[in-house]
């Protein structure tokens, strides 16, 4: 008797004429999650297993598993003759002391003795005489399940649960975004979604060194290395925008110094992002959440995006809903720790929550757009995440 781990993905992806596109992304992003543990990872009958690792492993390769797009559903298994004895022995580690139970069987190898119905029955027998009135039979709604699986080389799988996998698209089959990371909860979230559906993210994340220190950067190299274990790795740039703050705020109207800087962002970000290959810009904005993130603040950076989609996949979120996501993929104690961000550094006490777009063009006119760009180009970092 061994563990092996079942690994079931969602269908849909793996019909049609692209099906081995799906399938070798799929495969290659299952063994990157397993990479570094000695183990194998088979194809069998429309789904994975993973063989041969060590039991201490199994809590850590299921972890990492969890994080694959594309993945459905998960078991961990055990793996026994198809002796029906063997199969007893192996079931009665997964009973529990009291409640209901029932038998489900799945016999992928027909030339089996007994058929499905039979499997289960009889199992079921065995359970029930060997608990002796503990547990009782329910079909409808068992208080837990037994699941048989008999493979077709005198092997049977043996499992209880079903543990929820990501979902989703495997990474790889959807394109390249840049997602514009903050040190805050909104970015990695918009990330992880994108992600979800078969988008390869990289990140790009502005600072204002000395204004911001180096633990708020190692904060955003943090919240990349969470994000990248979804998204199958990532590569963060790290840009400079120190000088385009001071310049802001040296000759422009306070009310406007967001407003103005995130209009560099964006024009940095889509440059940046076709040097990359990058086939759009991701950011964690939500409607209404602050001031810059009103439809007309929306609109005013929006407008010096010229060539690339702007995807904003949580902008009809409420802050809780983004909450519940940025705990759910792991990101949300890291998010809240109390570093700078560079957009906090030279705050105007009222930003405009409606800036009209003359005003801004009158107020950018001051600057040298296209000089300090190259400048802050002259910064760019690179982390390579794996
Ligand atoms: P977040 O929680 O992601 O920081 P937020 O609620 O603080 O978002 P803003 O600060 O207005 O909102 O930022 C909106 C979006 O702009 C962010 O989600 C992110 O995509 C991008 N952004 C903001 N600051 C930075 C930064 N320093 N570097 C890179 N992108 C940024
Ligand atoms: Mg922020």
């Known amino acids: 008797m061994k563990k092996v781990i079942i690994i079931r993905y969602a269908e849909i992806f ?27 990872l088979i194809k069998q009958s429309g789904r994975y297993l993973v063989e041969d690792f060590d039991e201490f492993d199994s809590d850590d390769i299921l972890e990492n598993l969890k994080k694959v797009f594309g993945v459905h559903t998960l078991s ?15 079931a009665k580690l997964l009973l529990q002391e009291t409640g209901t139970f029932k038998v489900e069987s799945h016999r992928g190898d027909k030339k089996y003795p007994l058929t499905s119905v039979e499997i289960s029955k009889e199992l079921g027998g065995m359970i029930l005489d060997y608990t002796k009135g503990k ?13 048989v699986d008999i493979r077709e080389n005198g092997r049977a799988l043996v499992f209880g649960a079903f543990i929820e996998g990501a979902n989703g698209m495997p990474v790889g089959t959807a394109g390249k975004g840049l997602l514009l990371l903050s040190g805050g909860i909104d970015s990695p979230v918009a990330g992880h979604m994108m992600a979800k559906r078969g988008m390869v993210v990289d990140c790009l994340h502005f600072h204002s060194y000395p204004y911001t220190n180096m633990q708020a950067k190692e904060k955003v190299v943090d919240l990349a290395k969470i994000l990248a274990k979804y998204t199958c790795g990532t590569t963060l740039y790290t840009v400079k925008v120190t000088h385009i703050q ?4 040296e000759k422009c109207k306070p009310e406007l110094m967001i407003t103005l800087l995130r209009r560099f962002m964006y024009r940095i970000a889509e440059r940046h992002a076709q040097r990359l290959g990058a086939q759009c810009i991701i950011t964690g904005e939500s409607l ?13 950076s929006n407008s010096v995006v010229e060539a690339l989609p702007v995807l ?51 107020e950018e006119r001051k600057l040298d757009v296209e000089g300090l760009i190259a400048e802050a180009f002259e910064s760019v970092e690179k982390i390579v995440i794996e």
């Open 288 to 300: 209404g959440q602050v001031a810059s993130q009103t439809i007309e603040g929306v609109t005013s």
């Open 246 to 249: 001071e310049a802001i705020h």
């Open 135 to 147: 547990l009782r039979v329910d079909v409808h709604k068992p208080s837990f399940t037994i699941r």
């Open 14 to 40: 793996l019909k049609g004429k692209n099906r081995g596109f799906f399938e070798r992304a799929f495969e290659s992003n299952l063994n990157r999650a397993l990479k570094g543990y000695s183990c194998r």
């Open 312 to 362: 904003r996949p949580l902008i009809g979120f409420d802050k809780n809903e983004i909450i519940d996501r940025s705990v759910k993929m792991g990101a949300y104690e890291t998010s809240i720790l109390p570093f700078e961000d560079c957009c906090t550094v030279f705050l105007p006490d009222f930003p405009a929550t409606r800036p009209k777009l003359m005003d801004i063009l009158f």
């Open 76 to 90: 961990l298994a055990y793996e026994t003759s198809s002796d029906l004895p063997a199969i007893f022995e192996v």
